[in-house]
């Protein structure tokens, strides 16, 4: 039903670059002796329309990345996520302020950027209010960069084990984003070491993680290597924004 009024180009178009984004992650997991299939495509359909959505879920794409809550409210409303009954999942990729946390507990699938307690108290109490439990992950800033969200590496279990200790969260994994590469050798110089410690952190929790959300369009490859499970793939998809 939701194919309905997705143009076929558009289709076709959104197939042909998810199947090559897909074969890239293959590769990537082969290279690293992983298996492909736990790594989610989340597919970033942010400043998109509707129809690019839509067409996304006739190519195949189950899982969608928005970072503005307003527009993931607007694009579920037409399309609910497992949340409200649906097929897809909505993935909440983008820092949140405490005053949007109703609708991001009520609607989001997966909260990929929780990054201070104080956000946690008021997504727990939203959550409970919308009687449901958010899976959340913690954001941590790896790219050293002033300007990125996220907390600090040593802070992360702290910030897990809050979570942990609220009925309404689930923390299941941890999310960061590495510093834009220019080249390839800022991929090997800069990004993959940040990804790895991302990685060194989820595998050390004290908490059992089952999400490494981690690789965007310039460097889902070298995350999958690194050991992501959830890339977040926008521009390589649907086009520049
Ligand atoms: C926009 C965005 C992405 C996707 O970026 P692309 O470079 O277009 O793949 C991934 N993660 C977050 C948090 C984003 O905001």
Redesign the pocket.
């Known amino acids: 039903m939701t194919t309905e009024t997705a143009p076929p180009d558009l289709v076709d178009q959104i197939t042909e670059r998810a199947t090559d984004v897909r074969r890239r992650i293959a590769e990537a997991a082969d290279r690293a002796g992983r298996d492909a299939e736990a790594v989610t495509l989340v597919a970033?359909t942010?400043t998109h329309p509707l129809e690019t959505v839509r067409a996304a879920i006739a190519a195949g794409l189950r899982d969608l990345?928005e970072?503005r809550v307003q527009e993931l409210v607007d694009k579920s409303d037409a399309i609910p996520g497992e949340a409200d009954g649906g097929d897809v999942r909505w993935h909440l990729?983008?820092s949140l302020q405490r005053n949007k946390a109703r609708d991001a507990a009520a609607r989001a699938d997966l909260f990929?950027?929780l990054d201070s307690v104080r956000l946690a108290k008021a997504l727990e109490k939203k959550a409970a209010d919308a009687g449901r439990v958010l899976p959340v992950l913690v954001q941590v800033n790896i790219s050293g960069e002033d300007a990125k969200h996220g907390v600090e590496p040593e802070d992360a279990y702290d910030l897990l084990q809050t979570a942990a200790e609220r009925g309404h969260l689930r923390p299941v994994g941890l999310m960061g984003?590495a510093a834009i590469a220019e080249d390839d050798d800022d991929l090997e110089r800069v990004v993959r070491p940040a990804f790895r410690t991302l990685r060194q952190l989820y595998e050390g929790s004290p908490i059992p993680l089952s999400v490494l959300s981690m690789g965007?369009?310039?460097d889902y490859e070298v995350a999958v290597e690194e050991g992501a499970t959830h890339v977040?793939?926008?521009?390589?998809l649907f086009g520049p924004?």
């Open positions: 970033v942010k990345g970072n990729i983008g990929h950027a984003m965007m369009s310039g977040r793939v926008g521009s390589a924004r």
